[in-house]
Structure formats: C-alpha cells, structure tokens
C-alpha cells in the first residue's frame, strides 16, 4: 500500500504490505494519534528505496499494538526511516501473546548499483515515550545484506525511561546484529563494498531489555566494514550463546557492560574488538581475548562451573571474582577461572557456600589458574566457613589455592 501526503488513520489491513515510500526530496507522514488502528500485516516498511530512495515517517500514539510479522525503518537503497512519538505517547510493536518476527532498522537489502545511504535512528530519550518491543526472530540495527552493492546502512536504537525490549525466549532464541556486513555476491562481481553501522543503547535508567539469544553479533563483517556498539545498563538482562564483537576483517566493535547481566557461553573478541566491563555481572563461559574488569562481578554460568580465559585477565579496584564451592554428592566442587595469559589481580574475591558442604582439614581448591600473575586480591570475604574451619589463600606460580585449615 502506498498512500497520500497524510493519513490520519486506516481500520483493517490483513496480511499484506504496508509501504510507506516516496522520491527523494519529499517527506511522507502517517499520523494515528487517539485513532483506532487494527491490523495483521506480513511487512510494514517506513522509508523503503527500492528503484531509488524513500524517506518515510511513521507519526504514532496509541495503545493499539503494531502487529506485523516484520517492521522496517529504512529500507532498501536509500531508505530513510523515522519514527515520531510524543511525550507521553505509547508505541507498541507486538504483543507477549503476538510478537513481530523481525524489527530491523537501516537494513539494505536490495541489490548493487546505487550509493544512496540506508538510515534509521530511533532515539526515545527525547520526548520519552512508552515503548514496547517484542521479537522473535531477529533484531537488526544497521545491517546490508548479500549483493547490496556500494552503500552504507546506518542504524540506531536508543531507549528511553519507559522502553521495553523482549527479543527471543529460552525455548527459542533468537539474534541480535547491531552493525552487519553481508555484502558479498560472487555471481555479481559484488567483493565487499559499502558499510554498516549500528548503536543500540540501553542505559536509561527504568528502561527493560530481555535478549534470549542463540547470537549477538556487535559488529561483524563477511565482506565490507561494519561497527557497532552495544551499551547495557543496569535494566537489561542479556543472554547468548555466542557473543561476536568486532568479528570478521573489516569489522570493529565495542561492548559496554555497565550493568545488568550479560549471560554468555562464548565472548569472541576481534582484532578490532573491545569489551568493556565496568558495572553489572558477567556470567561466563569462555572468553577469547584479553578482559579486563574495572568493575561489576564475575562469576560462571552455572556453579559449579569453569570460566576459561583465553588471553590475560585485568581486574580493577572495584571488580569482583564470585567463587562458589558446592556440595555434590558428598563432594566439595567449585568454580574455577582458568586464565591463559597473566593475570593482574586487585579489588574483591567472594567465596560462597552452597548447599551446606562438608569440609576437612587439608582440602585444597584451586580456584584461579593463570600462567603468571601481579598483584594480589585487595578484599576475600566468605573465608571463615564454620565449624572452627577457615580457607587459606596461596598464591602460587601458576594459581590461587584455597586450603581448608583449623582457625587458629
């Protein structure tokens, strides 16, 4: 569908495509203020340039939810897509119930031969808006796909105090790109041009993010360059089984972990990869690179568990290692973090107990290994663990070891 200068409000679309596009130059606005707007769409595009460029603009407040199996903002070569909520105002994309299947912002997928630039930036700081997002299958912010010719796409999505984004569920989860270069098409001579960017910022205080994810890709490139940046505060809760950042030749990528929790089997960083760790806890698997923690807690997936670094290990002041030693069976097992490199070691260690172990004189623990280490940890709380009994650290060469001795 493609409709007139303004339109102040439409009744019932079911199952078809919603575009929202004009030439350059022009501007095109939907407006749904207080109306009524029911709807179940397979695509709604706002700026879509597909034979040349498309500026579109999607005025909005209403409770009524956008349902669609994917919502675009810009679109194509040299789509422009924006999106225009007031204060006060309500955007919702989705239900719990009734999900989008894709959100994707700035995304070029058309094919080669134009420059114009693809762009969508949704800042919700402004006028702070309720906005609601839910997703299954894919969230995408500045993205170009295979055979996309020599163009940028350009992205954002910044969240305000009163945003909500749920992308992917436990039983399914989904992926996130923020910055993606897929331009490569062999059979059109297409090796790698243009680029994509992309931002999503989650650091608004009252704002909530839940990403249940299979990847979260931070700036990953398969031909062409791509960055991206990823910030999360204290509302978001991120869990992934793979975390790319700055991934592939041509890539950069930043992550910046300042609060919340970030859940991930794997941390890949790339050559122009950097992962920043200031706040929140990082439940971790495995980690490829160098990490360094001013901040926040560290601790493994599920404890017992191993958190292996494959590269040295950083801790400030303020940073904290979580070890847990669990009862299993009649046994003591715990945590471990198997650090590859050096590690530097300051700030805390905290020790927990689960399920009421037992301990005997002369036990030993290993629960840091590194190759070689600086300094040593400024605090360790949770050494006395009852009984008349208490833990013993010994930095040795190659770990810390925690031995079980009578209180003395």
Not at 124 to 136: G, I, K, N, R, S
Not at 146 to 175: F, Q
């Amino acid at each position: 569908m493609r409709a007139g200068p303004e339109v102040a409000a439409y009744t019932k679309f079911d199952k078809m495509r919603w575009n929202v596009t004009v030439p350059p130059t022009k501007g095109f606005k939907i407006s749904a203020a207080g109306s009524i707007f029911s709807h179940t769409l397979s695509e709604i595009n706002i700026g879509y340039g597909y034979a040349g460029t498309g500026i579109g603009t999607l005025r909005w407040d209403q409770t009524t939810p956008l349902l669609a199996d994917a919502v675009y903002f810009g679109r194509g070569k040299g789509g422009t897509g924006i999106l225009e909520v007031p204060a006060g105002g309500t955007v919702r994309f989705g239900t719990v119930s009734e999900p989008l299947s894709s959100l994707r912002l700035a995304y070029d997928d058309s094919g080669g031969g134009s420059s114009a630039a693809t762009n969508a930036h949704l800042d919700f700081t402004t006028t702070d808006p309720v906005v609601e997002v839910y997703v299954t299958t894919d969230l995408s912010i500045g993205r170009r796909n295979s055979g996309a010719g020599n163009a940028a796409a350009s992205g954002s999505l910044i969240l305000g105090s009163h945003s909500t984004v749920v992308v992917g569920t436990e039983a399914a989860p989904a992926v996130v790109y923020i910055g993606f270069n897929q331009d490569f098409d062999i059979s059109s001579g297409d090796n790698g041009y243009g680029s994509a960017t992309g931002v999503l910022d989650a650091t608004a205080p009252g704002s909530q993010v839940a990403l249940e994810l299979s990847e979260l890709n931070v700036g990953r490139s398969l031909a062409g360059a791509a960055s991206g940046m990823m910030t999360q505060g204290s509302g978001a809760v991120v869990r992934a089984e793979i975390v790319r950042i700055g991934s592939g030749g041509s890539a950069s990528g930043a992550y910046d972990l300042q609060g919340g929790t970030l859940s991930a089997g794997t941390v890949t960083l790339g050559a122009d990869g950097t992962f920043s760790f200031s706040g929140g806890t990082l439940e971790l698997g495995t980690f490829d690179g160098d990490l360094v923690q001013a901040g926040g807690v560290l601790t493994s997936l599920a404890p017992p568990g191993v958190v292996t670094i494959n590269g040295v290990y950083g801790l400030g002041a303020d940073a904290t290692v979580a070890i847990a030693l669990v009862e299993s069976g009649g046994n003591v097992e715990h945590d471990i973090v198997a650090v590859s490199g050096a590690a530097i070691l300051n700030g805390t260690l905290s020790i927990t107990l689960v399920n009421n172990p037992v301990f005997a004189a002369g036990q030993t623990f290993d629960v840091i290994t590194y190759n070689d280490h600086v300094g040593e940890f400024a605090q360790i709380n949770g050494l006395d663990i009852g009984n008349g009994l208490v833990l013993q650290p010994e930095y040795l060469k190659t770990g810390l070891r925690l031995t079980v001795t009578t209180e003395p």
